[in-house]
C-alpha cells in the first residue's frame, strides 16, 4: 500500500475498507480479540490513507 496520497489507485475506496472495519466489529461482536487487533489496525491505517487520498483528489462523497 502506498502512502502517497495523491496517486490514483494507490489504495483501495476508503468505503471498502469501511466495510471491511465495520465486518470485522461485526464478526467481533463489537470486542476485539487480541488476535483481531493487528488486522484491525492494519484497516484503520488503510482507511486513514484512502480518505486522505479521497480528499485531496476531491473524490469524497459527503453523507446525505
Known amino acids: ?3 502517497d496520497v495523491h496517486t490514483r489507485g494507490s489504495v483501495r475506496p476508503a ?3 469501511n466495510g471491511e472495519i465495520r465486518a ?3 464478526r ?3 470486542r476485539l ?3 483481531d487487533r493487528p488486522m484491525y489496525e492494519r484497516l484503520v491505517a488503510e482507511w486513514i ?3 486522505a487520498r479521497e480528499r485531496a ?3 469524497v462523497v459527503t453523507a446525505a
Do not use: I, Q
Request: proline share 0%; charged share 15%.
Open 1 to 3: 500500500m502506498s502512502l
Open 15 to 17: 468505503a471498502v475498507v
Open 24 to 26: 470485522l466489529m461485526l
Open 28 to 30: 467481533a461482536g463489537g
Open 33 to 35: 480479540r487480541a488476535e
Open 49 to 51: 490513507v484512502a480518505t
Open 57 to 59: 483528489l476531491g473524490d
